[in-house]
Every structure is written in C-alpha cells, then in structure tokens.
C-alpha cells in the first residue's frame, strides 16, 4: 500500500516539499525555486532525513545547473553550488553521495550543449529519487523476515515516507509487517529536542493505521527492561566501514538498555548511506544545532535563555551494540569489518 502524499517532487521548475517544521498541525508545501532555496530548506529541516535530504539536494544541482549554465566559469560555478549544498547539513553521508552522483554526471556530459546537460542532470536526480522508492521497498521485504508474527516494535526518530523520497527505511520493515497481517503493535519515542518521532511518525501511523503509542523518550527504558519491546527498529544516517552508525540522538542509549536485556536491535539504511572511506564512526562528523531548539518547545521558552546548551543532532552506536544492518542487498551482520568489505567489492552477504 502507498502513502497518499509526495515527501519531494519537481513540477513546474520548482521543488516542492511537505514542510515538516509544521506539520502535524499544518499540511503545507515549502517551494524551491532556487538552490539556495533548496540549502535553505535542508539545513532549517523543511526536510529532514538521510535519503530524503540527499534527493532534495540532487534536484539542488539540476537547479544550480539550470541557473549557471550559460554563465561564464560554469564548471567552477556549479562546482562551488555543489559544495554550499553539501554543507547544510553534515552527518548524513546520503547527502555527500547524491551530489557526488550529480557531479559524476555533469562530468560526462559537460562538453555536450546546456539542454543535454540540463536533461542528464533532471535524469540523475529523477533517477535517485525513484530509486530510493525502490531501496526502501526492497529493504521492507528484507526487514519483514527479522520481525515475529505478534512483535511489539519500539521505533525512534522518524524514518517513514517523510525521510526518504517515499515509502520509508525503518518505518518502511514496519509498514511492511502490517500489511503481511502480522499483528504489530510500535512505541514511537518522541524524539527530543525537534520531536520527529511524535510530529511526524505518530503521524504517519496514524495515516497507516497501525496499532500504535508515543511515548517520551525516557520510557524506552522501563518498556524494554520490563519485556515489553520484542526488537527495536531505527535508521541510520551514516554508517562506518565496522558497522557503527550515526542516527538519531538517543540511539546510543537504547542500543545499551537492548543490549543489557538481550533485545535485538536493526538499523535499516540504504547502501547509500554506508561510508566505506570511514574506518570507524569516530571519525563521523556529528552536527550540533542551536540552543533555541532545547530551550523553547514551539514558542514557549522552557528553559532559562542564557543557560549554555548542548545539542549534538546524531550519536553513535558501535557496532557490539547491534544485531543487524538491514540494506537493500541483505542484512549485515557481525562480524562487520568483513562482511561491510564483502558489501562492498559485491558480494552477496
Ligand atoms: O535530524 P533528522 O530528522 O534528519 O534525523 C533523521 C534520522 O536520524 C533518521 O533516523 C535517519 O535519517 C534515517 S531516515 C530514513
């Protein structure tokens, strides 16, 4: 079954995105009409999400390309558009590899008139966008085998539709065991400080309607030491060559409670989003963001204003902390190192 709304599409020479700073409350549209737009929307997190931010960039480029391509120094020019677009937001590898996938392209063809190197990049990023669908796809039927006929799934952050170009990674394995009629039943964490898991997977379970509950991130714990949680299932945003993963902030910790009571505990990411250039995920850049998202809730001010603040987007759980990384190709599992190495010179797992 497919969602009835389109996280990201391009029409009429712009990009249109479901704004996610507003919604549940509001259903509205944010549209790029330029790259910078597009920067804008990614960095303030109009769209959010590994696969979701790395096809909005993609459309980014073609954007920037559509502007530049009759200027002089073009190739320098995209080459600096390139570069500002991959800087809005810095974890989530998903971002580096679509422009990467966008600069291969404008590198085959940049000898050819604009109107082919306009249509091969619209190609690309139309291309990235619809594969991502078809990934995320694969990746549920593959997740699906993980999850037991009466599971009860405990899920943070938000992986559905609304983090990919459609569809969803972890939220997807989950859709997916709904509607093979297994009977499921998913806490959602919150997801402090910007509350994906409650603004935006409450949302999207209740648009799928399957049998759910929020709770504040704080409650994970007793659910799991209680017996209560039968596996957790989450994202990534970045995961190194020895299976750590950058996610969610809160990740790290309920890979520690599931580990110390023997629950399973999935990641569910593209290949995409797998960095084979990085050893280990100390070497993950983790982005911090502003103090105003911890010290107001919406508009209320719930914390005093000069208080100092700490507010790292992403953290990292090691590889011991985790039972598998479900992709597109399979599921990986330990031992890691060697079975990411064998991902990677294409292997089957
Ligand atoms: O800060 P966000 O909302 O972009 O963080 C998103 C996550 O951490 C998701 O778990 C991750 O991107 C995987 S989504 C398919």
């Given amino acids: 079954m497919d969602e009835s709304f389109i996280t990201l599409e391009f029409k009429d020479g712009a990009l249109h995105l479901i704004d996610q700073r507003v919604l549940p409350a509001s259903y509205t549209y944010f549209i790029c009409k330029t790259y910078e737009d597009v920067e804008f929307a990614i960095r ?27 200027k002089r120094g073009f190739r320098t020019e995209l ?7 991959a800087k809005s937001r810095p974890t989530a590898v998903n971002l580096e590899w679509a422009i990467g996938r966008m600069w291969e392209t404008f590198l ?6 604009t109107e082919k190197i306009l249509f091969a990049l619209k190609t690309e990023a139309d291309a990235i966008r619809s594969e991502d669908i078809a990934t ?7 997740g699906n085998q993980v999850v037991p006929h009466k599971a009860t799934i405990l899920t943070h952050c938000n992986t559905g539709a609304l983090a990919t170009a459609g569809w969803g990674t972890a939220l997807g394995v989950i859709k997916e065991a709904f509607y093979d009629n297994k009977d499921i039943f998913v806490y959602a964490d919150e997801t402090r400080p910007r509350f994906q898991g409650a603004r935006l997977t409450a949302w999207e379970l209740m648009e799928a309607k399957i049998p759910s509950a929020l709770i504040p991130d704080s409650a994970a714990a007793t659910l799991i030491r209680d017996g209560k949680i039968d596996l957790v299932i989450l994202g990534g945003d970045r ?26 505990f999935y990641s569910v990411v593209p290949i995409s989003t ?9 070497l993950i850049p983790i982005e911090e963001r502003d103090k105003s998202e911890v010290i107001f809730v919406g508009e209320t001010q719930v914390a005093p204003l000069d208080m100092a603040v700490f507010n790292p987007a992403f953290d990292v759980t090691p590889h011991q902390n985790i039972t598998g990384i479900i992709t597109e190709r399979g599921i990986i599992r330990p031992p890691y190192k060697e079975n990411i190495e064998r991902l990677k010179k294409g292997e089957s797992l």
Avoid: W
């Fill in 44 to 70: 303030d997190m109009v769209v959010r999400g590994a696969p979701a931010i790395g096809a909005t960039a993609a459309y980014g480029v073609y954007m920037a390309a559509s502007r530049l391509a009759t």
């Fill in 79 to 85: 080459r600096k558009a390139c570069d500002f677009l």
């Fill in 108 to 113: 085959k063809v940049e000898k050819e008139p």
């Fill in 136 to 142: 995320n796809k694969a990746m549920s039927r593959i």
């Fill in 239 to 264: 995961v190194a060559a020895n299976g750590d993963v950058a996610n969610k902030l809160g990740t790290f910790a309920l890979s520690v409670i599931c580990k110390e009571y023997g629950v399973p």
């Fill in 274 to 282: 797998i960095d084979f250039n990085l050893s280990d995920g100390s």
